[in-house]
């Protein structure tokens, strides 16, 4: 059996993406939480549906399915800008969505 070196998720160097990571990172697993399949490194302008392997109905139904049906999503937008837009409407996420 081979076993594979653990992944590691590496950002690009940016205020916007370093200052978030933590939420992308969280985002990039409910999109696709297998890490091989995840991108290598990502910039402040990196775009979500380019940035995934996955169909953009895919992605939008599995963070609808985290978030609920009510939050609005741009998938055409950078991470920096889904992650701002996620926390004007939920204010308290990711540390304390209840």
């Known amino acids: ?56 109905d895919i992605v939008f139904a599995r963070l609808r399915a985290y978030f609920g049906s009510s939050i609005e999503l741009k998938l055409n937008d950078t991470f920096v800008e889904l992650v701002d837009s996620i926390k004007r409407q939920i204010p308290n996420w990711p540390d304390n969505e209840g």
């Not at 594979?4 to 993406?17: L, R």
């Not at 890490?35 to 290598?40: E, H, S």
């Open 1 to 56: 059996m081979k076993h594979h070196k653990p992944f590691k998720i590496e950002f690009a160097d940016s205020h916007g993406v370093k200052k978030r990571a933590r939420e992308i990172h969280l985002i990039l697993n409910i999109i696709d939480p297998d890490p091989k399949f995840q991108p290598d490194f990502l910039s402040d302008e990196a775009l979500v549906l380019q940035s995934t392997r996955m169909e953009e």
